[in-house]
Structure formats: structure tokens, C-alpha cells
Nanobody, 122 residues
């Protein structure tokens, strides 16, 4: 059983930056693909970025060029660096994990954190 705890959310002005962190425990971290999803009020949860155990990444079109996902297998951590933030990035951001291969859909991830709120003011 993998436990995930997100941190680093907050309130930021448009154009600013935030770095989200996700601490994992309870499993062999290096054997999991990790991802970030987000959910805005009244909307479905959507894929943001993912990273495989060996560092291969995927991004949603909305995140390309602005967000960077990374992981530190020695510390059981995954990060999401978010730059040039926009008001439409406002959402609860969730960390997720699944064995080995990354994916883009909510249903394919087995483990989820509780989420961290990101609010971008205009």
C-alpha cells in the first residue's frame, strides 16, 4: 500500500511560480510511475504530467513549456515545478502512483494523495 502526501500549494499571482512536492511511503518507490492531476471546481479531474521510474515524462498540452515534473528516487519524492502560472491553473492538485508504466487517465492510477490547493489570482 502506497501513501502519498502533497504539499507546496498556495496563492500566487498570475505569472508566478510554485513547486509542488509529493512524499511517497509504503512501497518500492522506484517501481512506480508517478503523476500529477488537477481538478478545478465543477470540472473533472485531469492529467497534468507523469514520470516513469527512469525519468521519462509526459505532459498535458496545457502544461508543456510551463510545468516540469521530476522525481528523486532516493528521497521517495516527486515534484511539479509550475512557472508562468495562469488563473486557469487554479485547482486542487493531486499526486498519483501506479506500477511501472505511466498513463494519462484517472482510472489507471491506483494510489492518490489528498490534494493541495493552488490558487492563481489575476
Amino acid at each position: 500500500q502506497v501513501q502519498l502526501v502533497e504539499s507546496g500549494g498556495g496563492l500566487v499571482q498570475a505569472g508566478g511560480s510554485l513547486r509542488l512536492s509529493c512524499a511517497a511511503s509504503g512501497g518500492i518507490f522506484s517501481g512506480y510511475a508517478m503523476a500529477w492531476f488537477r481538478q478545478a471546481p465543477g470540472k473533472e479531474r485531469e492529467f497534468v504530467a507523469s514520470i516513469t521510474w527512469n525519468g521519462n515524462t509526459m505532459y498535458a498540452n496545457s502544461a508543456k513549456g510551463r510545468f516540469t515534473i521530476s522525481r528523486d528516487n532516493a528521497k521517495n519524492m516527486v515534484y511539479l515545478q509550475m512557472n508562468s502560472l495562469k488563473p486557469e491553473d487554479t485547482a486542487v492538485y493531486y499526486c498519483a502512483a501506479r506500477p511501472w508504466v505511466d498513463a494519462r487517465t484517472v482510472s489507471e492510477y491506483d494510489y492518490w494523495g489528498q490534494g493541495t490547493q493552488v490558487t492563481v489570482s489575476s
